[in-house]
């Protein structure tokens, strides 16, 4: 080809991001500022450093990005490597998000990742809130669900309830299961947040006690005896740890004896650890595909250099290959993406009881809530030395501590039951204060941008 | 080895190892080794497939280090091959990995019996013109041939064999074999066994479903002049009868046999694919046939002989509510059939070999039962060749698609992806593609653009109509897209393709679930890929 002369090591995104076009997003301004801009201001960060984000991680830094933050509170297994093409077997036990950004950073100059070796529960809002894009690789509907409600809970509504462009925190989601996976971009308040679809990822169906009990047909019934019932009979006190070999082998034993028992065939090792461990398989081509393509959907959120997708894209290659892109509709009443629930309070109502009001809020649930408003912590539950900080605003008064507006947004986090579950949850709520009037100190929807 | 078992653990659980084993033993070659190419296979070695054969005659310069995550700052200047050769193999130490300097398109005019060493050849951004030649070789010595290519925010992949034949099709829903329309004699024994009026509440709510509904069957059939349901109506009847056996609401046996009630109503006989494959003429074999279409000559006759008319019988049994001993016994009598049955196609098989002049025990018993316990789902992909694809392009279903709205960008990436090989082939570059300094003039001067854009367009209305298709379907905006991305290599569209690639090579190499069917183009804009079956 006559164009082997070199254009620079961005020769060939530049073609995407210097030049106009005409199936591009609607603020596309083609420019190598447009590069420079992307390269220095374009914060991203990536949730999970599995096998989602390592792919995401080697993306995101290919397509121009820079700056970028992953956290993972896991350490690298064994069964990782064939799959999370950044760790190696001298890695096993080291800290994913390190080794993965280590890596990245190796190969890719430029580049700048700042692991986070933690729970995404251990970071506050304000650590979520200095991104612009969130990648989420994540295997788990509990941490989709946790970062979701944390995405969504920045979004503002103006007077009219509609979200306000500058406070929305767009998301890319991936999953897969063996050959299959999705990928989606959420545009909290414009396309369906994680909760407003979340009979996309119905519950697990568990075994009923009674058939593990009295009447097992397969070896999956033989080992959650072992494991749910069993174990708790011989263990007392002592809980099951999946991760410890020995527990394993304990329960894989147990599991073979009552197969022995009733003539059931197919217990192994690995089919024990499997049912146990819900372990769901995976491989690092459908991981590479899903994860590129929300990488490339970051790039276009980012610096627009072609149209979205709206907003689903599942991909099964399980039987031939079938790709379709779904445009779901928000849940208009959705409790996450929408403007929040409203909870009219008196302006004597003192901290303390609001927070045992939440606790019986049929919207809400959270009965040991903490409380913050506009990122200062009201009330914590913990650590005990922010508790002991904090307790003493219990017993003022709500309408004090938000400094006498009318109205405004709290964010609560806690324990909430969902969906018959107790899981950590994030809520945003609107609060209103029956007869106080705003005296000009800060409307919400004015001071919205601070 | 424990370590490899672990190491794999999440893929054995896909593939088993007899799926690892197949890929340990292929042997893959890589034709350029871009992004597309590397990604491909950094998907394959980390899956441990047996040996990786790299050709590139490239050097690796700047613009490489942008778009291919298996080179860094030190590979400049030197050999492309080389350098993604040793990034891949840091991943997997159990891979064989080689590298051949030398330029693809060279390589298959001057050494075409290269490629008979490999089990498959995955050939990436390669221009039209090697891409037939390629082909040709591989079908020739039976090579599997993937062709992946990234393009702009475009990309297609196409897989290139003579016949490939799936006996683990394992589909995701498959209708269970339990014969319930049609039980053999220690099925029904078994049934008559069982008191469906019980007085013993325990037993009735865990009689298994399978048992109430042949027994229920058979009950309505005589009263039906020996009819099963089949209207609307009698099937609505026939589940108020079994409604109306319940003796207490939370009896799951019977909730599951009133869902599972259109079991006895199926038709007798083979699914509509499997006919397709038994009355294939490749069933009439001789010595040069393959083991697979020996199995499927022996299939034949056992269903149209001993079967009458159904396949053998799969044997397993899903889950439901039942007592164990239940549970078991019938377990045992589907167990039992399945074995009889295979035991028949195995003496058909035996059969056939001998008057093929075959050595009569030369397929393994375990081949004929897993055939037999797959039959209903096996499966024969056959694809043309790419040169008889361009040439002669099944003509309906490209109007078909140049008319539909949800085909229209992917026909038109499809047609636009060859006219840039024309292009390319005429103007030794790619449309949109100028040198260092007119690259970043293009932002204020479109000049350049407008005359490649046009030239481009002449090309694709050229392919069109030497088809006899209508060219005004082609949208403008599709070929100015192309002219845009100037024949860039973007990682995201490449690692995106290079993930579809490596699920096709995987389920090629280990034979298990069914390979994609036509041409996929990938839709880069707003991911509405298609596959086109022309
Ligand atoms: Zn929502």
Known sequence: MADTATNGRWRDLDKLLLRPGNLVGPNFEPSPELRDDLQTYARVLVVGAGGLGCELLKDLALSGFRNLEVIDMDRIEVSNLNRQFLFRLQDVGKPKAEVAAQRVMERVSGVNIVPHFCRIEDKDLEFYSDFNIIALGLDSIEARSYINAVACSFLEYDSDDNPMEETMKPMVDGGTEGFKGHARVILPGVTPCFECTIWLFPPQVKFPLCTLAETPRTAAHCIEYAHLIKWGEVHVGKSFDEDDPEHMQWVYSEAVKRAELFGILGVTYSFTQGVVKNIIPAIASTNALISAACALEALKIATGCSKTMSNYLTYNGLEGLHTKVTEFVRDKDCLVCGPGVLIELDT??????????????????????????????????????????????????????????????????????????????????????????????????????A | MVEAKNKYDRQLRIWGEQGQAALESASICLLNCGPTGSETLKNLVLGGVGSITLVDGSRVEEGDLGNNFMLDAESIGLSKAKCVCSFLQELNDSVKAKFVEESPDALIDTNPSFFCQFTLVIATQLLET???????????????????????????????????????????????????????????KFADSIDLNTTDPVVHKHTPYVVILVKMAEEWTQRHGGCLPSTREEKKEFKELLKSQMLAFDEDNYKEAIEASFKVSALRGISAHLRQIVDDSLVQVDSTSSDFWVLVAALKEFIENEGQGEPPLEGSLPDMTSLTEYYISLQKIYQAKAEADTAVVEYHTRNILKRIGRDPG?????????????????????????????????????????????????????????????????????????????????????????????????????????????????????????????????????????????????????????????????????????????
């Open chain 2, 130 to 188: 090697s891409v037939l030649k390629l082909d040709k070789i591989c079908r020739q010595s039976n090579i599997m041939l993937i062709v992946a290519r990234s393009y702009g925010l475009t990309g297609l992949v196409r897989i290139s064999l003579k016949e490939h034949d799936v006996i683990e099709s394992k589909p995701d829903h498959f209708l269970d074999d339990l014969r319930l329309h049609n039980p053999w004699p220690e099925l029904k």
């Open chain 2, 362 to 534: 030369v397929i393994s018993k375990s081949y004929i039962k897993n055939f037999c316990r797959n039959a209903r789902k096996i499966t024969v992909c056959r694809y043309r060749t790419i040169e008889d694809e361009f040439t002669s392009p099944a003509l309906s279903e490209l109007q078909k698609y140049l008319t539909d709205e949800d085909y229209s960008v992917a026909v038109g990436f499809y047609i636009l992806l060859r006219a840039v090989d024309r292009f390319a082939a005429n103007y030794n570059r790619f449309p949109g593609m100028f040198d260092g300094s007119k690259a970043y003039l293009l932002v204020k001067s479109h000049s350049e653009m407008d005359d490649d854009i046009s030239r481009l367009k002449t090309i694709a209305v050229g392919i069109l109509s030497d088809l006899g298709c209508n060219s005004s379907a082609l949208p403008e905006d599709l070929i100015s897209e192309m002219c845009r991305c100037g024949g860039a290599e973007l990682h995201a569209v490449a690692a995106f393709i290079g993930g579809v690639a490596s699920q096709e090579v995987i389920k090629l190499i280990t034979k298990q679930f069914v390979p994609m069917s036509g041409t996929f183009i990938f839709n880069g804009i707003d991911h509405k890929s298609q596959l086109l079956l022309l």
């Open chain 1, 348 to 449: 004597s109502t003192t901290l303390q009881k609001f927070i045992d009001l939440l606790g019986e809020h049929p919207k809400v649930r959270m009965p040991k809530a903490s409380v913050a408003h506009r990122g200062e912590n009201l009330y914590m539950q913990a650590p005990p030395i922010l508790e002991e900080m904090t307790r003493s605003n219990l017993q003022v008064s709500l309408y004090n501590l938000m400094g006498k507006l009318a109205r405004d947004v709290v964010h609560v986090t806690g324990a909430a039951a969902v969906n018959g579950k107790t899981a950590s949850s994030l809520r945003k709520l609107r609060i209103v204060f029956r007869g106080a009037t705003n005296d000009g100190v800060a409307d919400m929807d004015t001071a919205g941008g």
